[in-house]
């Protein structure tokens, strides 16, 4: 079953969730399990476009996507 993209119709690949107390978000691969309180489920193009706010750190935890932010990097 295809899984959409929360912004397009496209398919979404990546699963996009935040933890407010310590500023990250994270990229992660799409298990195809998860449900609307896991996080944002973004298509490749979305999740390529992703852009954390000011002062936070993204961790890219997906496993056959190039890596667009690696951990530590940071604004």
Do not use: N, Q
Not at 1 to 7: G, H, N, S
């Amino acid at each position: 079953m295809m899984v959409p993209c929360i912004r397009c119709t496209g398919r979404a690949t990546t699963v996009l969730t935040y933890d407010h107390k310590i500023a990250e978000a994270y990229l992660d691969d799409v298990r195809g399990d998860e449900r609307v309180y896991d996080g944002m489920l973004l298509c490749e193009t979305h999740a390529g476009r992703f852009s954390a706010p000011r002062g936070w750190e993204t961790i890219d935890r997906r496993g056959d996507t190039p890596r667009l932010f690696t951990e530590g990097s940071r604004d």
